[in-house]
Nanobody, 122 residues
Framework: QVQLMESGGGLVQAGGSLRLSCAASGTIFTINAMGWYRQAPGKQRELVAAITSGSSTSYADFVKGRFTISRDNVKNTVYLQMNSLSPEDTYVYSC????????????????WGQGTQVTVSS
């Protein structure tokens, strides 16, 4: 199986910064893309930022200019640098990885982390 281990969430004041990390491990042949999503209770999960193996990035409009996604392909790790944080950024953030597994290299599988809480105070 594949595990996604998230870290870096916490409590910060408005205007502060956090860096989220997500490391993938397990029976991985390659990772096509990794990303961060957010979800509030009773709401649909939505994309925050994503990055492909070729380092193409996409961002939600509400984080453009404030957040930066990057990855280390050797470590199978994705990072989300979160700057100029606002209380409106208070969510559980979940890591996603689209993985080609070693046990079947003709498919890809989406894996999700357990989520890490980001809370921004006024």
């Amino acid at each position: 199986q594949v595990q996604l281990m998230e870290s870096g969430g916490g409590l910060v004041q408005a205007g502060g910064s956090l860096r989220l990390s997500c490391a993938a491990s397990g029976t991985i042949f390659t990772i096509n893309a990794m990303g961060w999503y957010r979800q509030a209770p009773g709401k649909q999960r939505e994309l925050v930022a994503a990055i492909t193996s070729g380092s193409s990035t996409s961002y939600a409009d509400f984080v453009k200019g404030r957040f930066t996604i990057s990855r280390d392909n050797v470590k199978n790790t994705v990072y989300l640098q979160m700057n100029s944080l606002s209380p409106e950024d208070t969510y559980v953030y979940s890591c996603n990885a689209n993985v080609v597994p070693k046990w079947n290299t003709r498919i890809s599988v989406d894996y999700w982390g357990q989520g890490t809480q980001v809370t921004v105070s006024s």
